[in-house]
């Protein structure tokens, strides 16, 4: 079954301070990884996803297949990232993308 | 940039009642979806349509849901007999291609609210 865990709920941290959200996923072949976030009253949007190896807004995300995770980093936080953020993965044949239940990031000024 | 656009942004209906909601996906993309989000809880996937069919369905989306191409521009999503428990965040969206590594487009969604 496909699965996609976000363990963290609710996440605040300072400006300025290294920020992780983590996302666990499982999946029986080969999957693709994305992290959607959602702003206040707004969208959801990508932010990014593994397939593209690129930094978005500072973020960047690993696929380790090995822990089967794709946790998302940021090295400096603005109080611009505070936001709701969805790891989300999609299968081969793309037909659907299954979430993860979201993480509340609030950063502190 | 196009996006995907959902109408009505809110929609209050009384139970037993039937509800469309619509949406106008980008117009090169070929695959839709309709997503909801109880509240307080994660967005979960109803169905995905391509080439004027249901491609893929969730066990959420029963009999009394249904989806429809009816023009060009439109897909919709429609409850039959609402229930409580339907009230929620409808999401639609769009991508250009289903296999995998393809962006999702969503829409700002429509609140179902059912009383």
């Known amino acids: 079954a496909q699965r996609v865990t976000q363990p963290e709920k609710l996440l605040s941290v300072f400006k300025g301070a290294p920020v992780e959200l983590k996302c666990n996923y499982s999946?029986?072949?080969?999957?693709?990884l994305f992290w959607y976030v959602q702003y206040s009253r707004q969208r959801l949007q990508l932010l990014l996803r593994?397939?593209s190896r690129e930094s978005i807004k500072g973020f960047t995300a690993d696929l380790n297949k090995g822990e089967t995770s794709f946790h998302l980093k940021k090295p400096f936080a603005q109080e611009e990232d505070s936001a709701m953020y969805y790891c989300?993965?999609?299968?081969?044949?793309?037909?659907?993308?299954?979430f993860g239940t979201g993480t509340s990031l609030t950063v502190i000024p | 940039e196009p996006e995907v656009t959902q109408t009505p942004s809110h929609q209050v209906t009384q139970m037993g009642q039937e509800v469309i909601l619509r949406c106008v996906p980008i117009?090169?993309?070929?695959?839709f979806y309709w997503y909801r989000q109880i509240l307080g809880q994660k967005v979960e996937f109803l169905v995905s349509?391509?080439?004027?069919?249901?491609?893929?369905k969730s066990e959420i989306f029963d009999d009394q849901f249904s989806v429809e191409r009816p023009d060009g521009s439109n897909f919709t999503l429609k409850i039959r007999s609402t229930k409580l428990e339907d009230s929620a965040m409808y999401f639609c969206?769009?991508?250009?291609?289903?296999?995998?590594?393809?962006?999702?487009?969503f829409g700002q969604g429509t609140r179902l609210t059912v009383v």
């Open positions: 999946y029986s072949g080969s999957p693709e």
């Open positions: 989300a993965l999609s299968g081969a044949s793309g037909n659907q993308f299954y």
């Open positions: 349509f391509y080439n004027n069919e249901i491609s893929e």
């Open positions: 969206a769009s991508s250009e291609r289903g296999q995998g590594g393809t962006e999702a487009f």
């Open positions: 117009s090169n993309h070929l695959y």
């Open positions: 593994h397939i």
